[in-house]
C-alpha cells in the first residue's frame, strides 16, 4: 500500500523580529510526517532574547528537519543561527539542506561570479568605515556643513551602515571578513557541507516522508540580467546594474594612497603628490574656497553600491513553490526576490505542462498558490504586481508578512509596507494577512490593524470560521494550517 | 607718438576640436566622420590656466587624489591645431572639451536673452553676525572627474558641475565595450544639460524647490531641450542626419536623442532619451512615440515627466520645420511632395539643412526667452507655455508660420493645459496684458510712476555696463540701496505699497492688512508702518529685437513672499522653529517704453479675489491644499529608494540634482 499523502501543513512564523525564521510540519491525516524550516533570521538581537524563540522551534520540531531551507545570505535570514549557534549545535540534526545555485563555491560560473561580489561587498564595507569616520569625532562637527548637512551625513552614515550590517561580517575593528558567520554556521556545522545547490526548474519530489509534495525551485535565475534587475514594470523602472560600480569599487578597495594605476589615466597625466604649484591644485586648495571643495562627495555612491549590493543579494533568493500534488495547492516561499526573480520565472523551461489551459507552468503555480509568504517584507520591489500578484487569483489565498516595526532599521521603514502591495494583499486575500507586529503599522495614515479588520468583513461566515480555526497565535509565532 | 591707442587685434574665435555628440559615435564607422567638430569659442584671455571669465575648470579626482595635468589653451601646439586631438585617453582634451561645450552653451543663452548671463550668487551663512546676505560668484567651477559613478550634477550650493566616470555594463556586448570607462564630461549632451541646470538656477533659483510635480521636472526638461537644440547648430552633423532621413527628421535620427553613449553604458538599447522614439523590446526595433494625455498625469519621476515636456516641444519643432520645408520638397518633387526613393540631392540636403538650423534657433531662442516671463516659483509646464507664447507675442507681431500654434497644439497632444484657462487660443494662452499704465507727466504721488521712473535709472546704468562684476554690484545697489543710488527698490516697494490692497491683488502677496495673520512677518526696519517681508530677485533689463525691428525695452523682477504656517494649524507660527513654509511669488514685467506694469505673473500667496473685492486678507488655500497633497503623497517617497533610505525626510540640504542625476 502507497503511504498515504499529506493532507495538511502548519506554518508557524516565529515572531523575532523583522525577518524570515518559518517551520513547517507537514501532516498525513493526523501523523506528523515531515519536518521543514526555512531561514532563522532577524535584523537585530541578542542570543539571550532570540533564545525563546528558537527553542521553541526546536521543542515544535522535535530537535529534527528532514529539509533545511537557507534562501539567501542577509542577516534577517540568518542571523539566528549565529546567535543561537548554541542550541542548534545541541540535539538538533538536519537531514537535508538547500540553498541556492549561486552559493556554490565549486560550480565554475558561480566561483569567480561570488568572488567579485565579494569585492563589492568588501568595498561597500570600506566606504561605510569612510563615512563612520568622516562623520565622527571632530569631522562629524566641520564647519563647512550646516546644522542640517551635518545631521544628513550622520544619517547617510547610519543608513549605510544598516546596509552593511545587513550583508556581511565585519570583525571587531570593522574590517570585512566575508560571508555572514549564520551562513557559515549552517554550511560547515548544521549542513556538515552536504548541500544541494537548487535550480530553477527542478521539480524535487524525492521524500518519501512527505508523499506527494512536489517542491518547484523557481529563482534564482540562471541569468545574470535577470538577477540584475530590481524593478522594472511601468513606473517602476529604477534597475541596478552591479557593474556600473565597479570602477566606484575599485577607487574604494584601494585605499587612502592609492598606487597610479587606480587613475583613469597614464601615470604621465598625473600630477606629482608633492607639487603644491599645480594650477588646479591651487585653485582647489585656495583660501576662502573651501566651500566649492569636492573631497567627500563622490563616497556618496556608495549608497547606490549598497542598494545594488542588497538587491543583487535578495535576488540571489531560492524560491520555492511547494506543491500538494493531489489537490494542486501551492504554498509560495521566494524569499526575498525582487522583480528580475519574478519575471524569470516565467522564463522557465518547464519539463511538465501546466495543469489547465496553455499557460506557463509558473503562472499556474502563482494561480493555485493559497499560501503566499510575501517577499521582502511588504517592500515595493519584493512582490511583483503584472508577473506575480495579480496572477494569485485564488479565493482561498492567506499571506504572511514578516514586518516588525519593533526591530527594524530605521531605513527600512519609509519602504515597508508598501501600500499598493498591502492594499492588494487585503483585497486578494479577503483581510487574511497576516503580519508579524502591526503595532504602529499605518496604511495611508490608517493603522494597519483596522484595514485589516475592515478587509475582514468581506469574508463568508463560513470564511471567517475556516480561518479562525487555522489559525493560532502566541507571543513567539503566529501559525496558519494550510489544507492540503 | 600716434595719438590713437588701438586696441591689439584678437581674435573673434577660438577654435576647438571635439566631439559633437560623445565619444561612441566616433566609434562606429557610420558617425565618426561626423561627429569630430571645431567648436568656435569666443576669443577669451586667461589669466590663470583654463580660468576664464564665466568658468573655472579643476581637474582634481578625488577619487584617487590626484590632478591631472592641465591643458594650456595658448600653447602655441594647441593654437595651431584648432586644439587637441579628440581623445579618451588623454585628461587635457576632456578639459577642452568642457570648456568648449560650456561656452558654446553660454553664448547661446547670451544670444537668445541679449544680456550677460549671472550665476547664481552665493547665500552667506546668516548665523554669523555681521555676514552680508549674498556673495558674488564670478565663474561656474567645473570637476571634468569628480565622481565614480553614472553620474553628473550641478551643485548649488558649490556652484560647480560635478561629472562622474564609470564603468560600462552595456545589455549587450556588442553594444559598447564592457568594463570600458564612460566619462561624462565627453558627452556634449550631459555638459550642456549641466550647465543648463547652472544658469536656470542663476535666473530663478527657487526652481529646485518640488512645490508640485513639474517643479524639478522643469529644471531637467529645460536642460534637455537645450542641449537637444545645440545639435542643430553643428552644419555637418545636421546636413548628415538631414540626408540620412531624406529630410524627414520625425524618423528615426541622432539629433532628437540625448546621451547616447551614457544610455547604452546603464544597460539602455540606445540612447539615455530619445524624444522622438524609442527601442521596442518586443518587436526588437525603434518605434516612434505616440503621444497622449496619460504621460503627463501619471509619470512624476523628473525625468521622465520632463521627457513629456521635451517631446512637447520638440514636437512643435517638427511642425515648424516641416511648414518650413513643405515648398521646398514640391519644388524638389515636381509638384507631388514625395520625394523619389533613394538619396536626395546635395543641394536640397543643403537647403533643408538651413530650414531646420534656423527653426531650430528660433525655437530654442524661444524656449530660453520664455523663462523670463515664468513666475518665479512653482513653475508648471502650463505656466511655461504661456510664458512661451508671451516672450513671442511681445517680439514677433506676425506670426506668418504658426509658430505659437504649433507649441499650444504639441502640448495639447499631451495633455497640457495652463491652468484657469476658458479657451486655448493663441491670444488666450498669452498672458493677460495689465497695462496699469500712467501718464508720463503725471508725477509727485503717484507711486507707480515712482517706481518706473526708478526702474528707468535702473536700465539707464545697466545698458551699456557690459562686466558682469559690474552688472552684479549695480543690480544689487538698486535692490538694496547704496549712497549711489539711495533708497533701494525693496526699501521703495515696502515704503510705497505696504498697505495697498491694490498691490497685493495685482502681485498675489501680502502687503496689505494684517499680514501677520498669514504667517507673513514684519521687515521690521521703519518704524511708523511696517511693510511686510518680501524678497527681490533676478533684477534685469530685456532689451531686444525683434525680426520686424520691433524694440521690446522692458525692466523685469520677481518678488517672493514666504509665510510661516503652523503644520497642524496652518495658523501663522510665533517662532520659526517648526514650521511649513509656503511660498507666493510674482514676476513684474515694466515696460520702460509705454511706462506701466504690463504684466503680473503671480503664483499667488493669498487669495486675490478677496483683496480685490472685500480687501480682505486670506490665504490661498487651493494653492496651499494642492501643495500639501504633492509633498504628501506616497509616491514622492517610493520613488527615487536612494532618497527613501539615505535621505532625512527626503531632504537633499542643497543638492537637489545629485541623487536626481543618479542611475
Redesign the interface.
Same mark, same amino acid.
Given at each position: 500500500m502507497p503511504p498515504s499523502p499529506i493532507t495538511h501543513c502548519e506554518v508557524r512564523m516565529y515572531r523575532m523580529g523583522t525577518g524570515d525564521c518559518f517551520a513547517l510540519r507537514f501532516f498525513a491525516g493526523e501523523v506528523l510526517t515531515f519536518r521543514m524550516m526555512i531561514d532563522c533570521g532577524t535584523w537585530q538581537g541578542s542570543s539571550e532574547k532570540l533564545r525563546k524563540y528558537v527553542s521553541d522551534l526546536k521543542t515544535y520540531l522535535d530537535n529534527h528537519v528532514d529539509l533545511l531551507v537557507v534562501t539567501h545570505e542577509h542577516k534577517d535570514h540568518v542571523y539566528g543561527f549565529e546567535a543561537c549557534q548554541t542550541l542548534f549545535g545541541q540535539d538538533f540534526t538536519v537531514s537535508q539542506t538547500w540553498m541556492a545555485w549561486t552559493e556554490d563555491e565549486t560550480a565554475p560560473r558561480a566561483s569567480q561570479w561570488l568572488k567579485d561580489f565579494g569585492d563589492k561587498k568588501k568595498a561597500l564595507m570600506l566606504a561605510g568605515n569612510q563615512w563612520n569616520r568622516m562623520t565622527a569625532g571632530r569631522r562629524g562637527t566641520d564647519t563647512r556643513f #550646516?546644522p542640517?548637512?551635518l $545631521?544628513?551625513r550622520r544619517?547617510?552614515a547610519q543608513?549605510?551602515s %544598516?546596509?552593511t550590517e545587513l550583508q556581511f561580517a565585519a570583525n571587531e575593528n570593522g574590517e570585512y571578513v566575508g560571508m555572514l558567520k549564520g551562513m557559515s554556521i549552517v554550511r560547515n556545522q548544521i549542513a556538515n557541507n552536504k548541500i544541494r545547490f537548487c535550480h530553477p526548474g527542478e521539480i524535487i519530489a524525492s521524500f518519501p516522508a512527505a508523499p506527494g509534495i512536489r517542491f518547484y525551485v523557481l529563482g534564482p535565475p540562471t541569468s545574470w540580467?535577470a538577477v540584475k534587475t530590481e524593478s522594472g514594470e511601468d513606473?517602476e523602472s529604477?534597475?541596478h +546594474?552591479? =557593474?556600473?560600480?565597479? $570602477?566606484?569599487a575599485? =577607487?574604494v578597495l =584601494?585605499g587612502?594612497?592609492?598606487p597610479a594605476n587606480?587613475?583613469?589615466?597614464?601615470e604621465?597625466?598625473?600630477?606629482d603628490?608633492n607639487d603644491t604649484s599645480?594650477?588646479?591644485?591651487k585653485?582647489?586648495e585656495q583660501k576662502n574656497a573651501e566651500?566649492?571643495?569636492?573631497?567627500?562627495?563622490?563616497l +556618496? #555612491?556608495a %549608497?547606490?553600491l549598497?542598494?545594488r549590493v542588497n538587491s543583487m543579494t535578495n535576488n540571489l533568493s531560492l524560491a520555492l513553490a511547494i506543491e500538494f500534488e493531489e489537490s494542486g495547492r501551492v504554498m509560495l516561499f521566494p524569499g526575498d526576490a525582487e522583480y528580475g526573480s519574478w519575471r524569470s520565472w516565467h522564463g522557465i523551461d518547464w519539463a511538465q505542462p501546466a495543469r489547465s489551459g496553455d499557460k506557463h507552468l509558473t503562472e499556474d503555480l502563482l494561480n493555485r498558490t493559497v499560501f503566499y509568504k510575501v517577499a521582502h517584507h511588504l517592500s515595493?520591489n519584493g512582490t511583483a504586481r503584472r508577473l506575480g500578484l495579480e496572477m494569485m487569483n485564488h479565493p482561498d489565498l492567506v499571506a504572511m508578512a514578516t514586518l516588525d516595526y519593533n526591530v527594524i532599521s530605521n531605513?527600512?521603514k !519609509? !519602504?515597508m509596507p +508598501?501600500?499598493e502591495i498591502v492594499n492588494e494583499l487585503l483585497r486578494r486575500t479577503k483581510g487574511r494577512l497576516i503580519v508579524m507586529n502591526e503595532d504602529q503599522l499605518e496604511v %495611508?495614515d490608517v493603522p494597519l490593524s483596522s484595514r485589516v479588520a475592515a478587509a475582514k468583513e468581506r469574508m463568508t461566515a463560513a470564511e471567517q470560521a475556516a480561518f479562525d480555526a487555522a489559525f493560532a497565535a502566541s507571543e513567539l509565532y503566529f501559525q496558519f494550517t494550510v489544507k492540503g | 607718438m600716434s595719438p590713437y591707442n588701438s586696441p591689439p587685434d584678437l581674435p573673434a574665435f577660438r577654435k576647438l576640436r571635439g566631439y559633437a555628440f560623445d565619444p561612441s559615435l566616433s566609434q562606429t564607422l557610420a558617425t565618426n566622420r561626423i561627429n569630430n567638430i571645431v567648436y568656435k569659442v569666443a576669443w577669451e584671455e586667461f589669466p590663470?590656466?583654463?580660468?576664464g571669465e564665466y568658468i573655472?575648470?579643476? *581637474?582634481?579626482?578625488?577619487?584617487?587624489?590626484?590632478?591631472?595635468?592641465?591643458l594650456d589653451l595658448n600653447s602655441p601646439l594647441v593654437l595651431a591645431q584648432d586644439g587637441l586631438d579628440p581623445s579618451e585617453? *588623454?585628461?587635457?582634451f576632456h578639459q577642452q572639451m568642457v570648456y568648449a561645450v560650456t561656452m558654446t552653451t553660454i553664448a547661446n543663452f547670451e544670444r537668445a536673452l541679449g544680456r550677460r548671463i549671472l550665476w547664481a550668487s552665493?547665500l552667506l *551663512?546668516s548665523r554669523k553676525k555681521g555676514t552680508p546676505y549674498e556673495e558674488y560668484v564670478p565663474r561656474l567651477?567645473l570637476?571634468p572627474?569628480?565622481?565614480?559613478?553614472?553620474?553628473a550634477y550641478y551643485?548649488p550650493? @558649490? @556652484?560647480?558641475i560635478?561629472f562622474?566616470?564609470?564603468?560600462?555594463?552595456p545589455?549587450n556586448d556588442t553594444l559598447i565595450m564592457?568594463?570600458s570607462?564612460v566619462?561624462s564630461c565627453l558627452s556634449h549632451d550631459i555638459i550642456a544639460h549641466e550647465v543648463t541646470h547652472a544658469i536656470l538656477d542663476g535666473m530663478h533659483r527657487n526652481y529646485n524647490e518640488p512645490t508640485n510635480p513639474d517643479v524639478l521636472a522643469f529644471h531637467e526638461a529645460f536642460s534637455d531641450i537645450v542641449a537637444l537644440f545645440q545639435h542643430f547648430s553643428f552644419p555637418e552633423v545636421l546636413r548628415h542626419q538631414i540626408a540620412r532621413t531624406r529630410g524627414n527628421l520625425s524618423s528615426q535620427n541622432l539629433l532628437g536623442q540625448l546621451a547616447q553613449e551614457f544610455g547604452t553604458?546603464?544597460?539602455s538599447y540606445g540612447s539615455l532619451r530619445d524624444f522622438i522614439g524609442g527601442w521596442d523590446l518586443v518587436l526588437q526595433k525603434w518605434v516612434p512615440h505616440q503621444p497622449s494625455s496619460d504621460e503627463y498625469r501619471?509619470?512624476t519621476?523628473p525625468h521622465a515627466r520632463g521627457s513629456i515636456l521635451v517631446a512637447a516641444v520638440f514636437d512643435a519643432f517638427l511642425h515648424i520645420y516641416d511648414t518650413r520645408v513643405s515648398d521646398l520638397l514640391r519644388i524638389a518633387s515636381g509638384g507631388s511632395g514625395v520625394l523619389p526613393d533613394g538619396e536626395i540631392h546635395p543641394d536640397l540636403v543643403n537647403r533643408l539643412a538651413d530650414e531646420a538650423a534656423k527653426a531650430a534657433k528660433h525655437v530654442l531662442t524661444m524656449c530660453i526667452r520664455a523663462v523670463d516671463y515664468c513666475p518665479p516659483i512653482d513653475i508648471t509646464f502650463g505656466d511655461y507655455l504661456r510664458g512661451l507664447i508671451t516672450a513671442d507675442m511681445e517680439l514677433v507681431a506676425d506670426d506668418r508660420l504658426d509658430y505659437r500654434l504649433a507649441f499650444i497644439d504639441a502640448f495639447r497632444r499631451r495633455g497640457i493645459y495652463p491652468e484657469g484657462l476658458r479657451t486655448l487660443s493663441v491670444d488666450s494662452v498669452r498672458l493677460p496684458v495689465r497695462n496699469i499704465r500712467l501718464e508720463p507727466n503725471r508725477t509727485g504721488d503717484d507711486p507707480m510712476m515712482a517706481l518706473i521712473d526708478f526702474l528707468r535709472d535702473y536700465a539707464e546704468q545697466i545698458k551699456y555696463r557690459n562686466d558682469r562684476a559690474e552688472i552684479y554690484r549695480v543690480t544689487r545697489s538698486f535692490i538694496t540701496g547704496s549712497p549711489e543710488y539711495e533708497t533701494g527698490l525693496h526699501a521703495r516697494l515696502g515704503a510705497k505699497f505696504s498697505g495697498s490692497a491694490m498691490f497685493s491683488y495685482i502681485t498675489g502677496l501680502a502687503f496689505h492688512g494684517d499680514y501677520a495673520q498669514v504667517g507673513v512677518t514684519s521687515a521690521g526696519q521703519q518704524a511708523e508702518q511696517q511693510p511686510p517681508s518680501f524678497e527681490i530677485q533676478n533684477l534685469r533689463l530685456v532689451n531686444r529685437v525683434g525680426p520686424e525691428g520691433t524694440l521690446t525695452n522692458q525692466v523685469v523682477f520677481s518678488l517672493i513672499q514666504t509665510s510661516h504656517l503652523d503644520p497642524e494649524t496652518l495658523g501663522p507660527v510665533a517662532r520659526k522653529t517648526n514650521y511649513t513654509a509656503f511660498k507666493g511669488g510674482c514676476t513684474l514685467i515694466f515696460d520702460l517704453d509705454t511706462l506701466s506694469l504690463r504684466y503680473a505673473i503671480s503664483k499667488p500667496l493669498i487669495d486675490q479675489e478677496s483683496a480685490h473685492t472685500t480687501g480682505s486678507l486670506q490665504l490661498n488655500e487651493a494653492r496651499l491644499s494642492a501643495q500639501r497633497a504633492y509633498l504628501g503623497a506616497?509616491s514622492l517617497?517610493?520613488e527615487?529608494?536612494?532618497s527613501?533610505?539615505?535621505?532625512?525626510d527626503g531632504?537633499t540640504?542643497?543638492e537637489p540634482f545629485?541623487?536626481l542625476h543618479?542611475?
Open positions: #550646516s542640517f548637512q $545631521a544628513a544619517h547617510f543608513a549605510l %544598516g546596509f540580467e513606473g529604477y534597475s +546594474n552591479l =557593474a556600473e560600480s565597479d $570602477a566606484f575599485a =577607487a =584601494a587612502d594612497s592609492p587606480a587613475a583613469p589615466f597614464e604621465r597625466f598625473l600630477s603628490p599645480h594650477p588646479f591644485r585653485r582647489y566651500w566649492r571643495q569636492i573631497g567627500d562627495d563622490w +556618496n #555612491s %549608497g547606490s549598497a542598494l515595493h531605513g527600512w !519609509t !519602504t +508598501n501600500r %495611508g | 590663470e590656466p583654463l580660468a573655472e575648470i579643476v *581637474d582634481y579626482d578625488p577619487t584617487v587624489g590626484r590632478y591631472y595635468e592641465a585617453s *588623454d585628461p587635457r552665493r *551663512d567651477r570637476y572627474h569628480a565622481l565614480r559613478e553614472a553620474n551643485s550650493p @558649490k @556652484k560647480a560635478l562622474g566616470y564609470f564603468s560600462a555594463a545589455a564592457p568594463n570607462l566619462f553604458a546603464i544597460g501619471t509619470v519621476e506616497e517617497q517610493t527615487n529608494p536612494l527613501q533610505f539615505f535621505l532625512v531632504r540640504g542643497g545629485a541623487l543618479q542611475h
